[in-house]
């Protein structure tokens, strides 16, 4: 009995400490030092630009680019499932891009450009994926195409080879 | 690869320091008087009286978890509104979060409300990885105990482990992910779940994806101290055992074995996701296998990421297991049938591997001819039966639960076929009887369509979570039983026959052991499903 009695009072005391009040004042305190950030940024979040194709465009998202209902693709590496989903995207970018850059063939496409992530809400491309829409992007928008790439490695990632979409897009409104 | 070495040297330089602290903490010299307090009338137990307040108390944290996800509706803090899960998946659910697996057949921002969450599992995140660690002290105290067969008291050690060890590294480690941009707000209280998810080597999102969510890991930057946290206890507490038991040498003669094992992972991974898989091969696509990745972390950072979350018994991913190349895949599935003893689960990490050591000892003993021993202690058959099952049984466990859920009840777990369905189903029972927790997530116990009331798979949901309550607690008892027997015995004098366990020679054995434990009870699992995926451009 007072070992059941122990274990029950030690479960509510770290109930209240572990799963209140240590969430709870954290809360508290992100809320009153960064108020904005802690909020969740939106920059951070990938988004469906695809109704404007003078805009950059995300990867590829099974989710409906949804950051509150997310769930991975799941498509093993060697099922024919996943090989016709990535043909598709193959053909999307093609028909999407080539106008733009002729000549441009499967193989010359960035993976990351007909993958689909891992979030459904990834926000950031490859710069090489980028380079490719710059030439669309330029011409939709009457830019020089050299505006655009210097815009892109602006942008680029400090950590790595790619750039943030929404960043990217901001900049060019 | 920078990244790698990098990561390699901050865990190196890491594992002295924290776990010297965690070694001060148990022995006392770290205290707070006030905190001392609440655990004064608590006397010093023998491994069964200690053995069975982890299994009361673990009991009473499962009948809470239980209740507070059966009440879900009746909750503050659920802006969204949803009702409570069906009984199977919270069953389920509790017995993963309890022991430290932190599997999840449920989606955290379909299903939860925030304080399921946060009362909920955040607090199992906290007391399951502080009940690994207190029994993790427990068995040392009992492997280097000169006299006597006290091996401390659970619920100081339990205070312990939370108020000096959990609850500190998490605030800080939650206030630099909240500066990081992981969000901390009534909605969404993820840094607070996120720090200790990753200490306590739980793994269990806020968001169904997990670290691959940007607010749960927004940048590259973030992910690096993502997989910092997830080792640095594990690590550490092979430092602590050294100190603990007189002998740095032997520490870090643990912590060899096991960074050699993770950096062979680590290559394997890399290596095999920086290559098109057959599906892209025949879509004609070159470059990296970027599906179900993503792209801040790239294939350095996820190939990391999945190793180090299967070395430890964390379970956190950072991208799809199921888009995992063929050898992608079977690299996490191989170290957790190790045993998770490749820096392990807190706590559990240490004492399984210490069984594994143990195992080392007998076989090199049988070939010299000697009496075993370890640490001066002489080792019986009755410790290497104890050694047996805790080595043996969870491999078992999984080889039968996996076969049970080929059956036609399993079956419609799974949502593909071929060696892709086998590999999910290998892959969902070696997690949870090793109580890791990351999954080939295809794979589901739950069933949230978008028109009709979401339904649990009773049969994926009950097999489960019997399976990871067995895998926890047999090894558990197991260890302890040993560290109790242990606790009795003299120390006898190393003479010059006696077999040296802080040697180079001692490691490679020791490697020889897990691996080939493991190598001999799942390589026909493992053709059957990862290695014929690998080893061909076939498609299913």
């Avoid at chain 1, 950031?124 to 011409?139: G, K, L, T």
């Amino acid at each position: 009995m007072r070992e059941l009695r122990r274990a029950v009072i030690a479960a509510l005391a770290l109930t209240l400490v572990l799963g209140l009040a240590y969430p709870l004042a954290l809360t508290g305190a992100a809320q009153l030092v960064l108020p904005h950030r802690a909020d969740g940024q939106a920059s951070l979040i990938g988004r469906d630009y695809s109704k404007d194709l003078s805009l950059f465009q995300s990867r590829p998202s099974v989710t409906g680019y949804a950051p509150d209902a997310t769930f991975f693709d799941n498509q093993g590496p060697n099922q024919k499932a996943l090989a016709a989903q990535l043909r598709g995207y193959v053909r999307a970018y093609l028909q999407r891009e080539r106008p733009y850059t002729p000549g441009l063939r499967a193989q010359d496409i960035p993976s990351d450009a007909v993958t689909t992530s891992a979030s459904g809400v990834d926000p950031d491309i490859s710069v090489a994926n980028a380079r490719i829409q710059a030439h669309r992007v330029a011409a939709r928008r009457h830019l020089p195409l050299a505006r655009v790439l210097a815009l892109i490695d602006a942008h680029r990632s400090a950590f790595g080879s790619f750039v943030n979409v929404n960043e990217l897009n901001q900049a060019l409104r | 690869m920078l990244e790698i070495v990098l990561y390699v040297a901050l865990l190196t330089a890491i594992t002295p320091l924290l776990g010297g602290y965690i070694a001060r903490v148990f022995s006392g010299e770290i205290a707070i008087a006030a905190v001392e307090r609440l655990t004064r009338g608590c006397e010093p137990q023998d491994w069964k009286r200690y053995a069975r307040s982890v299994l009361v108390s673990s009991a009473v944290f499962f009948a809470l978890l239980y209740l507070i996800l059966q009440t879900q509706s009746l909750h503050p803090f659920n802006p969204r509104g949803f009702g409570s899960p069906p009984w199977d998946l919270a069953f389920n659910t509790t017995a993963s979060f309890v022991t430290n697996t932190n599997w999840q057949y449920y989606a955290g921002e379909t299903t939860l409300s925030n304080f399921s969450q946060m009362a909920g599992l955040t607090v199992q995140n906290f007391v399951s990885a502080g009940v690994g660690l207190a029994v993790a002290i427990a068995v040392i105290r009992g492997f280097a105990a000169r006299s006597g067969g006290a091996l401390g008291n659970f619920y100081q050690d339990l205070v312990r482990a939370v108020v000096y060890v959990l609850l500190p590294l998490s605030l800080v480690s939650a206030a630099v992910l909240i500066v990081m941009g992981v969000p901390q707000s009534i909605d969404l209280p993820v840094g607070s779940q996120e720090a200790i998810k990753l200490l306590g080597t739980n793994g269990g999102g806020f968001f169904n994806v997990n670290s691959a969510h940007p607010f749960e890991n927004p940048s590259a930057l973030s992910n690096f101290f993502e997989l910092v946290l997830i080792l640095a206890i594990p690590a550490a507490l092979t430092s602590t055992y050294g100190r603990m038991v007189g002998n740095r040498r032997q520490g870090w003669a643990l912590y060899a074995a096991m960074l050699t094992l993770f950096v062979v992972a680590v290559a394997v991974v890399y290596v095999a996701e920086g290559h098109p898989t057959p599906a892209m091969h025949a879509a004609g696509i070159t470059g990296a296998n970027l599906e179900g990745k993503e792209e801040r972390f790239g294939t350095v950072g996820t190939a990391l990421f999945v190793v180090v979350t299967t070395a430890a018994s964390c379970g956190a991913v950072n991208g799809a297991m199921e888009a995992l190349s063929g050898i992608g895949g079977l690299v996490p599935m191989a170290q957790m049938q190790t045993g998770e003893v490749i820096f392990g689960g807190v706590g559990s990490g240490l004492t399984t591997m210490l069984m594994f050591v143990l195992l080392a000892v007998f076989l090199c003993g049988l070939m010299v001819g000697r009496t075993p021993e370890l640490l001066g202690k002489k080792i019986g058959a009755h410790e290497i039966e104890l050694t047996v099952l805790g080595t043996i049984g969870v491999p078992l466990l999984v080889l039968v639960t996996t076969a049970l859920s080929l059956t036609k009840w399993g079956l419609v777990s799974m949502s593909t076929s071929g060696p892709q369905g086998f590999s999910e189903a290998l892959y969902a029972y070696t997690s949870q009887a090793n109580n890791n927790g990351s999954a080939f997530a295809g794979y589901t116990g739950f069933v949230q369509p978008a028109n009709g009331p979401a339904y649990g798979i009773v049969f994926a949901n009950l097999l489960g979570g019997f399976t990871m309550l067995l895998g926890r607690f047999v090894p558990l008892l197991a260890v302890l039983a040993i560290a109790g027997s242990l606790s009795h015995q003299r120390v006898a004098p190393a003479g010059a026959g006696t077999f040296q366990t802080d040697s180079a020679t001692f490691v490679v054995v020791l490697i020889g052991v897990i691996v080939l434990v493991a190598l001999l009870t799942f390589v026909p699992a493992l053709l059957l499903g990862p290695v014929v995926q690998g080893m061909t451009h076939q498609l299913f």
